[in-house]
């Protein structure tokens, strides 16, 4: 019965450092989060959603 248990124990740790492995190949791969570099200035809509809260429209 305790021979199953490492079993299940080392498979859960192999899944673990493979999980951990492609983690850090993501964040590495996805360029440590860099953000653009000329961010958009022109306002944007989604349906009737406006791009800016709705006090700073009523405000102009």
Same mark, same amino acid.
């Given at each position: 019965?305790?021979?199953? /248990? @490492? @079993? =299940?124990? #080392? &498979?859960? %740790? !192999?899944? !673990? #450092?493979? %999980? /951990?492995?492609?983690? @850090?190949? !993501? =964040? &590495?791969?996805?360029?440590?989060? *860099? @953000?653009?570099?000329? $961010?958009? *200035?022109?306002?944007? !809509? %989604?349906?009737?959603? $406006?791009?800016? $809260?709705? #006090? &700073?429209?009523? &405000?102009?």
């Amino acid at each position: 019965m305790s021979g199953s /248990i @490492v @079993v =299940v124990l #080392v &498979l859960l %740790a !192999a899944i !673990a #450092v493979v %999980a /951990i492995a492609a983690t @850090v190949r !993501a =964040v &590495l791969h996805d360029g440590r989060g *860099e @953000v653009r570099s000329d $961010p958009s *200035e022109e306002p944007w !809509a %989604a349906g009737n959603l $406006p791009s800016e $809260p709705y #006090v &700073l429209i009523r &405000l102009k």
